[in-house]
């Protein structure tokens, strides 16, 4: 029997993950949360580690709160980019494969292309930034890890885009949604599934594990407006959704324009095929509707 050490199984991704679980079979699951392990604890982060001979460690938590992070940014530095470092060292240490989870906003968000694994980062914010400090610092302590960057997560579990959108939906008679930021919705359970997907092709050939960096979100591109009528139309929400311009909805931390990835890679190297963001938003609003 084979070990998988999920990290941060509470929250969005996490959860989706231990939804599917049980379908990669000869291997055992040993989950952690906030509440039993502090990522940011490096003795603790050691001996969770050390406690088992785990085959892969899955890192799914991330201090993600985009705006708090600007003020906060010691807090966001210590999840994001040290608690790594012990993951990437401890790891290496008992030859432990990783595959972790990164974001868009490394980049600046000022392209007109999809971005490729390949172009230079550039964050914006301290959010970010310590994300982009946590991949170097995986890659530096553990060179047989995995990085796959997604964007514009939601799922059915904890707060996210599309259920503010519905509760705002059917609260109000009109709302403002930002028109000029492009980028694809993902859902969790499909970059979930990929995540056992990639596992399932490396089970019985390690050569198929191939470290790096990786991009995954859904297919097809929206901005934020569009996403939005999206949803209202699949829940059969009368809103009327005006588009703004982001300097019409002034934040904290800067989002980026344009975050568009390339998925050309993580596909061509797992066999990955990738749902479109509107059949998997359906998939996702059906389960909420349960």
């Not at 993951?87 to 292309?113: C, L, M, P, R």
């Not at 930021?181 to 969790?188: D, K, M, R």
């Not at 139309?233 to 989002?255: F, G, L, Q, W």
């Amino acid at each position: 029997m084979k070990n998988i050490l999920l990290i941060g199984a509470d929250g969005q991704l996490g959860s989706e993950l231990m939804k599917i679980k049980d379908s990669l079979s000869g291997y055992n699951w040993e989950t952690t949360t906030i509440k039993n392990l502090d990522v940011c604890d490096k003795e603790k982060v050691k001996e969770k580690i050390n406690s088992k001979p785990f085959d892969y460690i899955i890192n799914c938590t991330a201090y993600t709160a985009v705006d708090k992070a600007e003020s906060d940014i010691d807090t966001a530095r210590a999840v994001n980019a040290t608690a790594l470092e012990y993951i990437g060292t401890y790891s290496s240490v008992n030859n432990i494969k990783v595959i972790h989870v990164s974001t868009d906003y490394v980049f600046d968000g000022t392209a007109h292309i999809p971005y490729t694994e390949d172009t230079a980062t550039k964050p914006n914010g301290a959010y970010g930034l310590t994300k982009l400090e946590g991949e170097n610092a995986l890659m530096k302590s553990n060179s047989n890890s995995i990085i796959l960057r997604t964007s514009w997560l939601y799922s059915e579990f904890g707060n996210n885009f599309v259920k503010t959108m519905i509760k705002l939906g059917k609260e109000r008679d009109e709302l403002g949604v930002i028109y000029d930021q492009i980028g694809s919705p993902t859902y969790a359970a499909d970059l979930a599934q990929a995540i056992m997907n990639i596992i399932k092709v490396c089970e019985n050939d390690n050569s198929k594990f191939i470290p790096g960096i990786y991009h995954y979100s859904n297919e097809g591109v929206a901005s934020w407006y569009d996403f939005t009528l999206a949803i209202h139309e699949i829940c059969n929400i009368s809103c009327n959704v005006k588009p703004i311009e982001t300097k019409d909805y002034p934040t904290p931390a800067p989002r980026p324009n344009y975050s568009v990835l390339n998925k050309g890679k993580v596909k061509n190297t797992f066999g990955l095929e990738i749902p479109h963001w509107r059949e998997s938003l359906k998939k996702c609003i059906a389960r909420l509707s349960q």
